[in-house]
């Protein structure tokens, strides 16, 4: 029978359809339990794939015949070696194109909403990290939050629907993935900005990214203004667009709050995370949509593919949000705490500017499940 390649862009579309898909894995089993491809309707085997090396035909029964069924290993090889003997089985099989490596990279970008006077908000969706990146159009302009390292795409989309990229922001210096932002601005002449608090350390230009700031968006003078929102870093800040949208960083999650220790200071910061979650935020209009900066699980994508809350339904259902007692709020931070992300201290010494790794060596940073949130 037949041997399919399929990219992580038609992978990524089944997971937004909630199409049924059965996915052979043949990676060893602890990195398919550390970190693999979910969706809402996705079924699984893993199987390392040196257990195949004499034949396929044990696993045969555990096969399905009435769903797609996907071969998936780190970078390809391997998942092309068992689609080829699967197919020589009798099988109509795929593989996925570049592996985990590549699932890893893709960006989806979706709209999440129309705007005032023409404008357009869109999330890129990084379905292999749980990465949300943000890009605001109106009036041939441009503005990018959080921005990935993977430049082209940002750049290439807002060629697509016309639009010169003039800012560019971090909410706060990450450390779970690599930021693309300051290299889009240096390509396009945008402006940078970083929040100061988190920049202490960095080696290059920017600007200062402070409480209060509001940059307008093309013609319709589409608002972003900035929040400080301090906890995850000490200079984390959030921003609410046209007056509808929150944008939280890594603040505040749809099922998760963030995690105050990845520059070792949790001890220090969880106050100031309560006092962002439970006073800063509090006082906003709970009518606010929020948009983090990443998604812990498949359950907080929407229907359209899109991670989006109500504040105020968070307010009533995020746990993290709900805990009166201050003591019991730093148990419930400090002690809950999961591994830390794949290579972070690197990763954030790359955002510094202080290193630069070659794409290979960055991409094996970010290999992964981000892990930014509290459990």
């Keep these: 029978m037949t041997v399919s390649t399929w990219t992580a862009q038609q992978v990524a579309q089944k997971v937004i359809n909630n199409?049924?898909?059965?996915?052979?894995?043949?990676?060893?089993?602890?990195?398919?339990?550390?970190?693999?491809?979910?969706?809402?309707?996705?079924?699984?085997?893993?199987?390392?794939?040196?257990?195949?090396?004499?034949?396929?035909?044990?696993?045969?029964?555990?096969?399905?015949?009435?769903?797609?069924?996907?071969?998936?290993?780190?970078?390809?090889?391997?998942?092309?070696?068992?689609?080829?003997?699967?197919?020589?089985?009798?099988?109509?099989?795929?593989?996925?194109?570049g592996g985990m490596k590549s699932w890893s990279m893709y960006l989806e970008p979706i709209k999440v909403a129309d705007l005032t006077d023409g404008g357009e908000l869109y999330q890129f969706v990084r379905l292999g990290k749980g990465c949300l990146s943000y890009m605001i159009i109106s009036g041939g302009e441009a503005a990018i939050i959080d921005a990935v390292r993977f430049t082209e795409v940002f750049t290439n989309f807002a060629a697509e629907k016309g639009a010169t990229i003039k800012h560019v922001f971090d909410t706060h210096l990450h450390a779970d993935h690599i930021s693309g932002g300051r290299h889009i601005a240096a390509q396009t002449g945008a402006t940078y900005y970083l929040p100061e608090k988190d920049a202490e350390e960095v080696v290059f230009d920017y600007t200062?990214?402070?409480?209060?700031?509001?940059?307008?968006?093309?013609?319709?003078?589409?608002e972003v203004g900035a929040l400080y929102s301090p906890g995850h870093t000490i200079g984390s800040t959030s921003f609410v667009i046209d007056h509808r949208f929150l944008?939280?960083?890594?603040?505040?999650?749809?099922?998760?709050?963030?995690?105050?220790?990845?520059?070792?200071?949790?001890?220090?910061?969880?106050a100031d995370l309560r006092e962002t979650l439970y006073s800063r935020y509090r006082a906003l209009a709970e009518d606010l949509i929020v948009l983090p900066a990443h998604f812990m699980i498949i359950d907080e994508l929407n229907e359209d593919g899109t991670v989006a809350r109500r504040l105020g339904d968070l307010f009533a259902q995020n746990h993290g949000l709900n805990v009166s007692d201050a003591d019991e709020f730093r148990h419930l931070v400090t002690d809950n705490l999961p591994p830390q992300p794949n290579a972070y201290q690197e990763i954030r010494h790359v955002n510094m500017g202080k290193v630069t790794p070659n794409n290979d060596e960055q991409t094996e940073m970010e290999i992964g499940p981000n892990r930014c949130a509290v459990r």
């Design 19 to 97: 199409d049924e898909l059965f996915i052979l894995d043949v990676r060893n089993a602890d990195a398919f339990a550390d970190w693999k491809i979910e969706g809402h309707k996705f079924e699984y085997l893993n199987i390392p794939y040196f257990e195949l090396l004499d034949g396929v035909e044990e696993i045969l029964p555990k096969l399905p015949a009435d769903k797609d069924i996907l071969v998936v290993c780190a970078k390809e090889g391997s998942s092309i070696m068992v689609a080829e003997m699967l197919a020589e089985e009798g099988l109509d099989v795929a593989y996925l194109q």
């Design 208 to 222: 200062a990214l402070e409480d209060g700031l509001t940059v307008k968006i093309g013609a319709s003078q589409i």
């Design 247 to 270: 944008l939280t960083g890594d603040i505040l999650f749809i099922d998760s709050i963030g995690r105050p220790d990845l520059a070792g200071l949790a001890e220090d910061w969880v």
